[in-house]
């Protein structure tokens, strides 16, 4: 029997193994066989990519669709997922009502709007969404929530929510006690950061009148205060035999404690950073457009980033891209403390990630592959995503590592009117994305309608 295409002629990137030159065949969305070029086999379509390095799709496990913007617009502009290599999305939301109310809505809006495959995170804010796991985890097969550590003491108080969780240290444990007891696939993402500290440095900098600008907001959220929390995650992680993600690590004071207490994370612990610790600092130019909660740190920081996902430390990467406009940014004002948090960034993350981590530092392909791709589809339970072998979706970022272009809004195809990475010339854009054994990327255009994506039910 024919398959449907197959790839030839590529250098294929397959994490944790290397760069291979082999050929690989597709038939009905998934990967049915990986071949040696001399190897004969009928296809009824044959990709050349001679001169190419053909990635596995990207799995972005981090990002807030539906913040700034309804979840409708957001789903509509993730076509610039794919025109950077990612065919995976894990959309992070958090609600106060039901979830089994709430999420029907946004899972239907996803199957009709997506371009790319994609899957969500939510966020425990209420015993009501404790009391209803199992049923959540069993109807929609969702299996990975996320812990606020810098919403502590606030969901009744700021937030006004009358049933809100404390998400306190004790909260914490008996919500990683009740994942066990439901599977130990489940996943709890956690955002670490010391928030009296944090609150009480904003206080103080307010009164004292401080500039403005991103050493203003750095200094608001030291690297020690997120390590801190850190620390106490890992513990009591630890006490109970959890299974926890650490979200977007900044500071090389964190990348210290991981270094120095291996038997704090030596299973079930992941730890996620973004490509913007590891490419922007306090001193960027592009100033406050790259606000962020945790915020960008030093170049020692990112530098330490650096190092932890060399050796290992630092698992994956994600973008925590939250869609959004430069007014929507500074509609409150142009203050640092006045800007909100967040900026687009998903479509360069791989450009980025080659330029960045392989042509600058000498990281391998491979590990790069790893950590935008394998890393995070492990994870997040993604069995059939962020691999190139035989029953594997058939996802791929088909690579030119010797094209240069400047990152803007439009390469990207994005909505928003601005990028924190605007003006960077960089390697390594897709030439081609393919989805499920389906081209949606040719020559860096998409190519397909709106509503192409699948949502992804996980199995515990």
Same mark, same amino acid.
């Given at each position: 029997?024919?398959?449907?295409?197959?790839? =030839?002629?590529?250098?294929?990137?397959?994490?944790? +193994?290397?760069?291979?030159?082999?050929?690989?065949?597709?038939?009905?969305?998934?990967i /049915?066989?990986?071949?040696?070029?001399?190897?004969?086999?009928?296809?009824?379509?044959i990709?050349?990519?001679?001169?190419?390095?053909?990635?596995p799709?990207?799995?972005?496990?981090?990002?807030?669709?539906?913040?700034?913007?309804?979840?409708?617009?957001?789903?509509?502009? =993730?076509?610039?997922?794919?025109?950077?290599?990612?065919?995976t999305?894990?959309?992070?939301?958090? +609600? /106060?009502?039901?979830?089994?109310?709430?999420?029907?809505?946004? +899972?239907?809006?996803?199957?009709?709007?997506?371009?790319?495959?994609?899957?969500?995170?939510?966020?425990?804010l209420?015993?009501?969404?404790?009391?209803?796991?199992?049923?959540?985890?069993?109807?929609?097969?969702?299996?990975?929530?996320?812990?606020?550590?810098?919403?502590?003491?606030?969901?009744? $108080?700021?937030?006004?929510?009358?049933? $809100?969780?404390?998400?306190?240290?004790?909260?914490?444990?008996?919500?990683?006690?009740?994942?066990?007891?439901? @599977?130990?696939?489940?996943?709890?993402?956690?955002?670490? !950061?010391?928030?009296?500290?944090?609150?009480?440095?904003?206080?103080?900098?307010?009164?004292?009148?401080?500039?403005?600008?991103?050493?203003?907001?750095?200094?608001?959220?030291?690297?020690?205060?997120?390590?801190?929390?850190?620390?106490?995650?890992?513990?009591?992680?630890?006490?109970?035999?959890?299974?926890?993600?650490? /979200?977007?690590?900044?500071?090389a004071?964190?990348?210290?404690?991981?270094?120095?207490?291996?038997?704090?994370?030596?299973?079930?612990?992941?730890?996620?950073t973004?490509?913007?610790?590891?490419?922007?600092?306090?001193?960027?130019?592009?100033?406050?457009?790259?606000?962020?909660?945790?915020?960008?740190?030093? +170049?020692?920081?990112?530098?330490?980033?650096?190092?932890?996902?060399?050796?290992?430390?630092?698992?994956?990467?994600?973008?925590?891209?939250?869609?959004?406009?430069?007014?929507?940014k500074y509609? $409150?004002?142009?203050?640092?403390?006045?800007?909100?948090?967040?900026?687009?960034?998903?479509?360069?993350?791989?450009?980025?990630?080659i330029?960045?981590?392989?042509?600058?530092?000498?990281?391998?392909?491979?590990?790069?592959a790893?950590?935008? @791709?394998?890393?995070?589809?492990?994870?997040?339970?993604?069995?059939?995503?962020?691999?190139?072998?035989?029953?594997?979706?058939?996802?791929?970022?088909?690579?030119?590592?010797?094209?240069? !272009?400047?990152?803007?809004?439009?390469?990207?195809?994005? /909505?928003?009117?601005?990028?924190?990475?605007?003006?960077?010339?960089?390697?390594?854009?897709?030439?081609?994305?393919?989805?499920? $054994?389906?081209?949606?990327?040719?020559?860096?255009?998409?190519?397909?309608?709106?509503?192409?994506?699948?949502?992804?039910?996980?199995?515990?």
């Amino acid at each position: 029997m024919k398959i449907d295409l197959l790839i =030839t002629n590529g250098a294929v990137v397959f994490p944790k +193994q290397g760069v291979k030159n082999v050929n690989i065949g597709v038939r009905d969305g998934k990967i /049915v066989g990986i071949f040696e070029n001399a190897e004969v086999i009928e296809a009824n379509e044959i990709l050349d990519a001679s001169g190419l390095h053909v990635f596995p799709g990207l799995v972005d496990a981090h990002e807030h669709l539906g913040i700034y913007n309804s979840v409708e617009e957001d789903f509509l502009d =993730t076509k610039q997922h794919a025109v950077g290599g990612v065919t995976t999305v894990v959309n992070y939301d958090r +609600q /106060v009502e039901s979830y089994l109310d709430f999420f029907p809505r946004v +899972q239907a809006i996803g199957e009709k709007n997506s371009y790319i495959d994609f899957t969500y995170s939510l966020g425990i804010l209420t015993e009501q969404h404790l009391d209803e796991l199992e049923e959540t985890v069993e109807r929609f097969g969702l299996t990975s929530f996320k812990f606020f550590r810098n919403y502590e003491k606030q969901l009744n $108080g700021k937030f006004k929510i009358s049933n $809100g969780l404390d998400l306190s240290s004790y909260d914490l444990m008996r919500i990683l006690e009740k994942f066990k007891s439901v @599977s130990p696939k489940l996943l709890l993402a956690v955002h670490c !950061e010391n928030m009296d500290i944090n609150r009480s440095l904003i206080s103080k900098y307010k009164a004292e009148g401080a500039e403005d600008g991103l050493r203003t907001w750095s200094l608001t959220s030291p690297g020690f205060a997120e390590a801190e929390s850190l620390m106490s995650t890992l513990y009591l992680n630890k006490v109970v035999g959890g299974n926890v993600y650490i /979200v977007h690590l900044t500071s090389a004071a964190s990348v210290d404690v991981l270094e120095s207490t291996p038997w704090l994370h030596e299973k079930g612990v992941k730890v996620e950073t973004c490509a913007h610790y590891l490419s922007l600092t306090e001193d960027s130019e592009v100033g406050l457009d790259a606000k962020v909660g945790p915020p960008v740190h030093s +170049q020692h920081d990112a530098d330490r980033l650096w190092e932890g996902i060399k050796n290992g430390t630092i698992n994956a990467i994600g973008t925590d891209h939250v869609p959004s406009s430069r007014a929507k940014k500074y509609g $409150g004002g142009e203050g640092v403390f006045d800007a909100l948090y967040g900026f687009p960034s998903v479509g360069s993350l791989l450009p980025v990630m080659i330029t960045e981590g392989h042509i600058k530092r000498g990281l391998p392909l491979e590990r790069i592959a790893e950590i935008t @791709s394998y890393e995070p589809a492990e994870s997040f339970n993604l069995t059939s995503k962020g691999k190139i072998e035989v029953g594997a979706d058939a996802d791929f970022a088909i690579v030119d590592l010797e094209k240069k !272009e400047i990152i803007t809004p439009e390469r990207m195809h994005s /909505v928003a009117d601005y990028s924190v990475f605007e003006g960077k010339e960089v390697n390594g854009w897709p030439v081609y994305t393919i989805s499920r $054994g389906e081209m949606i990327v040719k020559d860096g255009q998409p190519v397909m309608d709106y509503g192409r994506g699948s949502y992804i039910r996980r199995s515990i």
